[in-house]
């Protein structure tokens, strides 16, 4: 990974930390459901307000590290607006991203903000905080009313 990249991923996390974007609760909403990342102690909320397959609002709650609550801003705008199934294909290419390996060629242009996410894998412990609220995601649309942890 080149320095450029790796700026750009701690400027990213650092400014949706301390202002994240869809924070709070959403006056009506179809899908809720909490995430857990038992090794750092990561726990947030995903509300979603979804109408003919279109996820109109969506947002998160709760407490976590830094990389966590970046990660559940970034995935509120990415989906935000888009029919389910974008929304599925964008949380398989985050899930590339972060699980490919790092000599890996990865095609930053068409990821855009996620691409920066290509600099968690520095920190192997790190993934599953980046990754719980794309997981908690995926699992409120498939209504699986259980809590999502990422240690699995
Ligand atoms: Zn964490």
Not at 83 to 104: G, N, R, Y
Not at 114 to 132: D, E, H, M, T, W
């Amino acid at each position: 990974m080149d320095n450029e990249l790796d700026d750009l991923y701690q400027q990213v996390i650092l400014d949706h930390n301390k202002n994240p974007r869809n924070f709070g609760s959403i006056p009506i909403k179809t899908h809720s459901l909490k995430g857990h990342n038992p090794l750092c102690g990561d726990l947030i909320t995903i509300n979603l307000l979804i109408e003919n397959d279109v996820i109109k609002d969506i947002s998160f709650e709760g407490n976590g590290c830094a990389i966590s609550k970046a990660s559940a801003s970034i995935m509120t705008t990415l989906v935000k607006g888009k029919t389910v199934q974008e929304a599925m294909e964008i949380f398989d290419q985050f899930h590339e991203l972060i699980t490919s390996d790092m000599d890996e060629e990865i095609d930053t242009e068409n990821l855009g903000k996620i691409a920066v996410f290509a600099g968690v894998k520095q920190y192997p412990s790190r993934i599953k905080c980046a990754n719980l609220a794309w997981h908690t995601l995926k699992n409120a649309i498939e209504n699986k009313n259980s809590v999502v942890t990422t240690d699995k």
